[in-house]
């Protein structure tokens, strides 16, 4: 039973606490540092030749499951901890606090008062019913009163002694809804062409949806910089008897019936190409090897001689960039200018057609991690507030009315309030 209770001790402790969040705010950077949920290969190749730290080599990696941080069985299990910790600390230290606050301290004797932060005294006239004035005055002034024949015990702002308590529900809330998260979180990228739909189906809201992409379209900065991405989505559903056309947009996702959509990617897909009067439209894929966002593919042109070209582009407004892969030559195409004759074809740049690269995410709980952080905020807020307290005592024998005061927070701002009241009864 000692040992239990050394170890709840221990547990509940704001060192043991802070440890916690330490490791787990850790082991959260690493797991952006590490690619999350490739193949085993993956690891092997890039962690074998680079180890981390010197000595985490892509097997060391796959062991202690850094592959996946956020389902490890030691990473739930600090989020467990925490919770417990969160928990017992609440049981152990927050909820006694506030049953204690709840209760009515009485001071009966001048010797009491002289314990407190505030105090204040001064002569009295016996004829005249002193406590009752008080208490009315203090309810005026939204005080809760306690009142007795000869002393009252009044207290303001009890409310903030609850904040801590629901700061801490609301971090328990938080990691579990985390937890649950990692498990039931469903992610799907898809590349979208402008006409090109794709189907929505909730399986936990038994809903079902189509996506259209309407329009998609780049805001860049002067200099040529993408600034936003904008696509433009129908939703229509013959079930929920739905057809609204919503935007998505860089950091501004759309959310519906439990699903998210972000606005995440781009890319050229398609370049639509006139050669020898002939219409093309041919599929481009990246080509990291050549750039950042660099499309392209290799088609064959010439009249009599055939020869391989690689066409590539950076840009959805062009140009086309046309280079002979035996001898590295290089001509420019625009977008809908004079044709351009290349190893005796003429080609002509009619239509870019970009790709909108949107995120479909199923996550249940997001509910949960709302929520815990509307319990987080309220309880922040309310637990700046000062709990102040006050007590009245009137002793019949030496004629004097004694007032004293504690507050747990902004004592400077409860004195100047004690001050005037001191005053205010005084004038009795």
């Not at 600090?78 to 927050?94: G, P, T, V």
């Not at 579990?176 to 979208?192: N, R, V």
């Not at 002979?324 to 351009?340: A, Q």
Request: charged share 25%; proline share 3%.
């Amino acid at each position: 039973m000692i040992i239990f209770k050394n170890l709840i001790l221990k547990i509940s402790s704001l060192r043991f606490a802070i440890s916690l969040i330490i490791f787990i705010a850790i082991s959260s950077g690493i797991g952006t540092f590490i690619p999350q949920g490739s193949n085993k290969n993956f690891y092997i190749d890039i962690f074998d030749n680079a180890p981390i730290f010197g000595f985490l080599n892509g097997e060391k990696v796959l062991k202690l499951q850094l592959d996946h941080i956020y389902t490890s069985f030691w990473f739930l299990f600090a989020l467990i901890l925490l919770c417990i910790s969160l928990a017992a600390c609440s049981f152990r230290r927050q909820i006694p606090s506030l049953k204690a606050s709840l209760k009515w301290i009485e001071y009966k004797s001048e010797k009491k008062f002289s314990k407190l932060q505030l105090t204040s005294s001064h002569e009295i006239n016996e004829d005249k019913d002193h406590i009752s004035k008080a208490d009315l005055l203090l309810k005026k002034k939204g005080w809760e009163t306690y009142k007795f024949k000869s002393h009252i015990s009044a207290r303001k702002g009890l409310i903030g002694k609850v904040g801590p308590l629901v700061v801490h529900i609301g971090l328990i809330v938080l990691l579990i809804g985390s937890a649950y998260g990692s498990f039931t979180t469903q992610s799907k990228e898809q590349y979208l062409l402008p006409g090109e739909s794709l189907d929505l189906i909730n399986e936990s809201k038994n809903s079902k949806a189509k996506i259209k992409l309407v329009d998609f379209s780049i805001e860049r900065e002067s200099d040529g910089i993408p600034k936003q991405f904008i696509s433009k989505l129908d939703f229509s559903s013959e079930d929920l008897k739905l057809n609204e056309i919503k935007t998505a947009k860089v950091n501004q996702p759309i959310r519906f019936k439990g699903l998210t959509i972000y606005q995440a990617d781009w890319a050229i897909s398609n370049v639509v190409l006139e050669i020898d009067n002939i219409l093309y439209q041919l599929q481009l894929k990246e080509i990291p090897e050549i750039g950042n966002q660099v499309w392209g593919v290799l088609v064959e042109l010439g009249a009599e001689s055939k020869k391989n070209f690689l066409l590539t582009i950076d840009n959805e407004n062009g140009p086309l960039k046309i280079s002979d892969i035996e001898n590295f030559s290089e001509n420019i195409l625009y977008l809908n200018e004079d044709p351009l004759e290349v190893n005796s074809s003429k080609l002509s740049l009619k239509k870019i057609i970009p790709s909108s690269g949107l995120i479909i995410k199923n996550d249940p709980s997001i509910p949960f991690i709302y929520f815990s952080f509307i319990l987080i905020i309220f309880g922040t807020i309310i637990s700046l507030i000062p709990t102040n307290q006050l007590w009245i005592l009137v002793n019949q024998e030496s004629k004097k009315l004694s007032i004293g005061g504690l507050s747990n927070k902004n004592l400077v701002g409860f004195k100047k309030e004690f001050l005037k009241l001191s005053e205010e009864i005084k004038k009795f």
